[in-house]
């Protein structure tokens, strides 16, 4: 069974750092292009931040440009997203997504047909 599993949320004051793993089971993991979305009680899905299926090029949402990195462990079937210099507009459910491409790095949820349970970041001021 295809499946993500997210880990790593919790609790952290404004300004701290917090790291989360996808960990993905069940799927050729390198063939797969891996993003993170944030969702916040009434607000719309949002872009996080993807990385494309080599690990060679990533992209992020403008809200989080400078402050969060991507990354991934092909061998490790894993995929990160470290957060730095968090601020409270940054609470949400943090959801890992796949999608079985080697070319692109989709911002639209809908392109993405993978998806973990999500992680919840609370940030406090």
């Known amino acids: 069974q295809v499946q993500l599993v997210e880990s790593g949320g919790g609790l952290v004051q404004a300004g701290g750092s917090l790291r989360l793993t996808c960990e993905a089971s069940?799927?050729?993991?390198?063939?797969?292009?891996m993003a993170w979305f944030r969702q916040a009680p009434g607000k719309e899905r949002e872009f996080v931040a993807g990385?494309?299926?080599?690990?060679?090029?990533?992209f992020y949402g403008d809200s989080v440009r400078g402050r969060f990195t991507v990354s991934r462990d092909n061998a490790q079937n894993a995929v990160f997203l470290q957060m730095s210099s968090l601020k409270p507009e940054d609470t949400a459910i943090y959801h890992c997504?796949?999608?079985?491409?080697?070319?692109?790095?989709?911002?639209?949820?809908?392109?993405?047909?993978?998806w973990g349970q999500g992680t919840q970041v609370t940030v406090s001021s």
């Open positions: 997504a796949a999608e079985r491409t080697t070319d692109w790095i989709s911002t639209s949820a809908h392109q993405y047909t993978v």
């Open positions: 069940g799927l050729t993991f390198n063939t797969y292009a």
């Open positions: 990385i494309r299926a080599s690990g060679r090029y990533t």
